[in-house]
């Protein structure tokens, strides 16, 4: 099975350029399965349903989150009534949508897609690992192929959760930073890895907001209204090829289109 994820996209710069090379990527890596980290689709915060249906609509299979999907208080009754839009399965019981997707791929092949939300440096919600022992232990046997979205700021964070659920999943691929990172790895017992695909979305910027804001709010720790750049869009992605019988990793790509 080759999954294609793709990293936190970015306000309409991000979205242009997901519509734009997402077919194409999908027929070069012959992909069965598309998740993307939608949690700041919406003008740099949040995702909206019209916004979630569009990406659906594009051949998108899995919207995954973090800290932002919270940000339009629309997509709250949304995230009951679609199961392929995840928030983070660590917030506290009760809080709507859910953080697990098993479903079939087009091909009939299972899959798992499970979203965490790390705590350093973040509001401390519940534990990120025993949450990920409690929910995979809920995904039936016979889906081999398990992918995590660790949506975590601290580097070490989620490469305990690599080495963590190493052998227990197929990938664990990091987001929230915007940065990609160059240390994709096969761990040892078949878990694909990298700390951070980074953004899809405007690079002239700040982790996708306008230069000038965030110099200014630096400079004066005043807080200020916060606008998402549109300049100099790039899409990073990861393509993981997996066994489907083992679910096993079998090799991890970066990707990046300008």
């Known amino acids: 099975m080759n999954i294609l994820y793709i990293g936190d996209t970015v306000g309409s710069a991000g979205r242009t350029i997901v519509k734009h090379y997402l077919k194409e990527l999908q027929q070069a890596h012959q992909i069965d399965v598309t998740i993307l980290n939608c949690e700041n689709a919406a003008a740099g915060f949040g995702i909206t349903p019209k916004i979630a249906d569009e990406l659906f609509d594009w051949g998108i299979d899995v919207l995954t989150s973090g800290n932002h999907i919270w940000d339009k208080k629309e997509i709250i009754p949304y995230l009951g009534k679609n199961s392929r ?51 995979l232990a809920k995904i039936p046997a016979h889906v081999k192929v398990r ?20 052998g227990r999943v197929s990938a664990v691929v990091g987001s929230h930073t915007h940065i990609p990172t160059a240390d994709e790895t096969i761990l040892p017992q078949g878990t694909a890895y990298q700390t951070d695909a980074g953004m899809t979305g405007p690079f002239d910027s700040v982790v996708g907001v306008l230069r000038d804001q965030i110099i200014q709010r630096f400079l004066t720790q005043i807080p200020e209204r916060l606008e998402t750049s549109s300049q100099d869009a ?23 289109r300008k």
């Open 147 to 166: 992918f995590v979205d660790m949506h975590a700021e601290a580097t070490s964070e989620k490469v305990a959760m690599g080495w963590y659920l190493d």
């Open 234 to 256: 790039r899409l990073n992605a990861v393509v993981i090829a997996v066994d489907s019988e083992t679910g096993k990793a079998r090799k991890i790509e970066r990707i990046q």
């Open 85 to 135: 839009i995840l928030r983070p399965a660590n917030y506290p019981a009760g809080n709507p949508g859910q953080g697990v997707a098993v479903f079939k791929t087009r091909a009939g092949e299972d899959i798992a897609v499970l979203n965490l939300q790390g705590r350093v440096f973040m509001t401390p919600i519940d534990d990120p690992f025993r949450v990920a022992d409690a929910e």
